[in-house]
């Protein structure tokens, strides 16, 4: 399959003051026009799901309706992500032009930022960078006036429907689909949810041009991503990589030299073994990844990595559908029964036959995702598990 | 407490009074009095012309909505997979000891309430805490005691 080397590129957080330049350029060229290049530069979302950007600004823009929404999920709350943090406290504006190329693109009036509450830190200066912008939109004559939102605590309000609920008032308990955002989104209205990242990369789209673009990566894995690199780890922080190239040279980058697994894409993603490390693809043809990397040495117990990750998905469980509110709490009390050899090692083998129903019978990709981490860790690491 | 309804009444002013104002109503309860109490939810129900189960409902569900008398400062402390591998144990520690209580405990003066969270978003500088909205990274457990210490004096 295909592969790259590992590159480091520039990209994202080039200064962000010519952005407005791009936005007058892009404000000029017809809807249809920005939609097709996004489409060809094969972007997909890099929030982790990985939809077609290009084909769901079309979707919106082909919704009926005359009030329309932009937002921008900036709920970054995947265990190991840290990479919209630093976008927002960098090169917000970059993110501002994105949303704004995205109006222009489907209609809409009015955009939000959705800020998780554990970077309200960030509110002060991001609130006058978009008072800032807005007066640049008048300017521009574009209608569209983007304001800050908040989040107050919870991992699955990062899931759009949950999101959008949350923005509305209620419980973040995600919906069920279809309808999908872009037809029925925030108060019924055709809405588009993206990423902070996936805005920046819009943006550097419209600046660069898709044909560009497509020079980075892979078929599957256009363009380039933001990692979020952390754990036992000679560099740790946020690093700009074309997509595609293998997990081995990932580890050789930025591994200690004793790696013994590496976590791609969060608790909600995959552990991947030591033996593994040459034939994973970090991209959507192997692992893909919102961009949290952890890098586990061979000192680290993978059950403390698995009961970490089974609390955690416990807690943020929304609770809304049982396969995922009563799957994770057997789940962790089930490796913990045979940790303490209250039950046998083939115990595991039901459980992962659990964590296998819940792939299936959750309701939103909280449920579903659990059982990546559970059955990778279990398959790869059974001894550390049982012993 | 005619306090109270004023308070919520004037959050409704500047919020709305639609379904959509409701989070931002509670995030501002949040910032000024740290938790939303019964009161504070009948009132914003009133307001809003919600039950009260509704209002709960909601705001029982966000974990940085406290809806349970909680200190002036409230440290949330990150205890996922990478703060974990770097230390929070200590850190933990360091500061029960200094608060003297445990974690999930409020102290009798109402100044600090100590919880646990998950992640923050600060893996590569962990262990990390959140003090209300303020953020420390790359703690050890003397610099978390110097931090505890400079909010005692607040």
Same mark, same amino acid.
């Given at each position: 399959?295909?592969t790259?080397?590992?590159r ?11 952005c407005?330049?791009v936005?007058?350029?892009?404000l ?24 077609l950007?290009g084909?769901?600004?079309k979707?919106?823009k082909e ?7 932009v937002?921008?999920n900036?709920d970054?709350?995947?265990?190991g992500?840290f990479?919209?943090?630093?976008i ?8 501002l ?10 209609? #809409? ?24 912008m807005n007066e640049e ?7 569209f ?8 605590g ?10 959008i ?10 919906r069920n689909?279809?309808?999908?955002p ?23 789209? @419209?600046?660069?041009?898709?044909e +560009? ?9 256009r ?12 560099k ?11 997990l081995?040279d990932?580890v +050789?980058?930025?591994?200690?030299g ?6 791609v ?7 991947v073994?030591r ?5 994973t ?13 952890k ?18 998905f416990?807690?943020?469980s929304?609770g ?7 799957g994770?709490?057997?789940l962790?009390?089930g ?29 939103c ?21 049982v012993? | 407490m #005619? ?8 959050l #409704?002013d ?12 509670l ?11 019964d009161?504070v ?6 307001e ?8 709960y409902g ?5 974990s ?12 949330r ?5 990478? %703060? ?5 144990d200590a850190?933990?520690? @360091?500061?029960?000891?200094t ?9 009798p ?9 998950? %992640?923050?978003?600060w %893996?590569?500088?962990?262990? #990390? ?5 303020e953020?420390y990274t790359e ?10 210490e ?5």
């Amino acid at each position: 399959m295909e592969t790259t080397k590992l590159r480091r590129v520039d990209f994202v957080f080039r200064p962000d003051n010519t952005c407005i330049d791009v936005l007058r350029k892009t404000l000029q060229r017809d809807a249809d026009d920005i939609i097709i290049e996004l489409i060809d530069s094969g972007l997909k979302g890099r929030g982790g799901a990985g939809f077609l950007t290009g084909l769901k600004w079309k979707l919106a823009k082909e919704a009926e309706g005359d009030i329309k929404y932009v937002i921008c999920n900036a709920d970054e709350g995947e265990p190991g992500t840290f990479k919209d943090r630093e976008i927002l406290d960098r090169v917000p504006r970059r993110v501002l032009t994105g949303m704004a190329i995205c109006a222009h693109t489907i209609g #809409a009036k009015e955009g939000f930022i959705y800020l998780r509450a554990e970077y309200k830190f960030l509110a002060p200066r991001l609130k006058a960078v978009i008072a800032e912008m807005n007066e640049e939109f008048k300017k521009l004559g574009l209608d569209f006036c983007i304001s800050l939102r908040y989040g107050s605590g919870a991992y699955v309000c990062g899931e759009e429907t949950a999101l959008i609920d949350s923005m509305e008032g209620r419980r973040g308990e995600p919906r069920n689909k279809p309808p999908f955002p872009v037809t029925e989104g925030y108060l019924n209205k055709p809405t588009v949810v993206n990423n902070v990242e996936t805005f920046v990369n819009c943006c550097i789209i @419209a600046n660069i041009g898709g044909e +560009e673009y497509k020079k980075f990566g892979t078929d599957n894995s256009r363009g380039f991503k933001l990692f979020s690199v952390s754990g036992d780890c000679a560099k740790e922080g946020v690093f700009e990589l074309e997509l595609g190239m293998t997990l081995a040279d990932f580890v +050789e980058e930025f591994g200690d030299g004793d790696t013994k697994a590496v976590q791609v894409g969060g608790a909600s993603g995959f552990c991947v073994p030591r033996k593994k490390f040459k034939e994973t693809i970090i991209g959507f043809e192997g692992i893909p990844t919102g961009g949290s990397m952890k890098i586990f040495n061979s000192s680290r117990s993978m059950y403390n990595v698995l009961h970490n990750y089974l609390e955690f998905f416990e807690e943020e469980s929304c609770g809304q559908c049982t396969p995922c509110r009563v799957g994770c709490q057997q789940l962790l009390k089930g490796i913990e029964a045979v940790k303490r050899r209250e039950k046998p090692a083939g115990y595991l083998d039901e459980l992962v036959k659990l964590a296998k129903v819940m792939k299936v019978a959750s309701k939103c990709g909280l449920g579903q995702s659990v059982g990546n981490a559970f059955v990778s860790i279990v398959e790869n690491f059974r001894e550390e598990i049982v012993y | 407490m #005619a306090n109270t309804e004023m308070f919520i009444r004037e959050l #409704a002013d500047k919020y709305g009074r639609k379904r959509e104002s409701l989070m931002p109503i509670l995030q501002e309860v949040i910032d000024i009095r740290r938790y939303v109490d019964d009161e504070v939810m009948v009132n914003i129900a009133k307001e809003l012309d919600l039950s009260a189960a509704e209002v709960y409902g909601t705001a029982s569900f966000y974990s940085f909505i406290e809806t349970e008398e909680v200190g002036q400062y409230v440290i949330r402390i990150c205890k996922t997979i990478v %703060c974990d591998m770097k230390g929070k144990d200590a850190i933990i520690e @360091a500061i029960e000891n200094t608060l003297k209580i445990k974690l999930g405990q409020t102290t009798p003066d109402k100044k600090f309430t100590f919880k646990t969270t998950n %992640c923050l978003g600060w %893996c590569h500088k962990g262990p #990390a805490m959140l003090i209300n909205d303020e953020v420390y990274t790359e703690l050890t457990p003397g610099k978390a005691i110097e931090i505890i210490e400079s909010y005692m004096h607040k």
